[in-house]
T-cell receptor
Framework: KAGVTQTPRYLIKTRGQQVTLSCSPI?????VSWYQQTPGQGLQFLFE???????NKGNFPGRFSGRQFSNSRSEMNVSTLELGDSALYLC????????????FGQGTRLTVV | GQQLNQSPQSMFIQEGEDVSMNCTSS?????WLWYKQDPGEGPVLLIA?????ELTSNGRLTAQFGITRKDSFLNISASIPSDVGIYFC??????????FGEGTQLTVNP
């Protein structure tokens, strides 16, 4: 059974650009959450999706957005990139929004220059 | 909002030593999870706890769900070099999202 797949693994972008990251959850999982992790920091919650609906949102500016498709795959988008957006972006999937066991992908390392 | 305090922030130990870390919350949780993260990788779920007082083991790892439901502990026995990494606790109340601790950076000296 395949795990959570995030693409791409690494990305370098320039300030002002936008970026889209992709997450394919474990087969059968319908809930996807996104986190930002900067060096030395914990996991900062971005948003959670279930059945194509955003259920929870963290304290990030509107430049950060996401969506979920009918096959449960999710994308997150960051517009007008800033240097401070450089981070490891992690996606986690779980069976549904009531199931607590979340499984993480390997993450996408975004570097903004 | 809910807050998790995880301690210690970092630990430097010798191979073979036992390790203990804990998380405390200002709120009651229904579930506690413990994760380990290797450098450049995503966190991997180690242990899940669902009942107050529950004690669960996974190899050399043992975790406990505190009786007050506001804390959890993780112990690693006879540490080995591959135990190096960041350990995160996470808690959840019904219907809410996971709340993560700040992590404990573990270094094991051979």
């Amino acid at each position: 059974k395949a795990g959570v797949t995030q693409t791409p693994r690494y990305l370098i972008k320039t300030r002002g650009q936008q970026v889209t990251l992709s997450c394919s959850p474990i087969s059968g999982h319908r809930s996807v959450s996104w986190y930002q992790q900067t060096p030395g920091q914990g996991l900062q919650f971005l948003f959670e999706y279930f059945s194509e609906t955003q259920r929870n949102k963290g304290n990030f500016p509107g430049r950060f957005s996401g969506r979920q498709f009918s096959n449960s795959r999710s994308e997150m988008n960051v517009s007008t990139l800033e240097l401070g957006d450089s981070a490891l972006y992690l996606c986690a999937s779980s069976l549904d929004h009531t199931n607590t066991e979340a499984f993480f992908g390997q993450g996408t390392r975004l570097t903004v220059v | 909002g809910q807050q998790l305090n995880q301690s210690p922030q970092s630990m430097f130990i010798q191979e073979g030593e036992d390790v203990s870390m804990n998380c405390t919350s200002s709120s009651i949780f229904n579930t506690w999870l413990w994760y380990k993260q290797d450098p450049g990788e995503g966190p991997v779920l180690l242990i899940a706890l669902y009942k107050a007082g529950e004690l669960t083991s996974n190899g050399r790892l043992t975790a406990q769900f505190g009786i007050t439901r506001k804390d959890s502990f993780l112990n690693i026995s006879a540490s080995i070099p591959s135990d190096v990494g960041i350990y995160f606790c996470a808690g959840q109340t019904s219907g809410s999202r996971l709340t993560f601790g700040e992590g404990t950076q573990l270094t094991v000296n051979p």
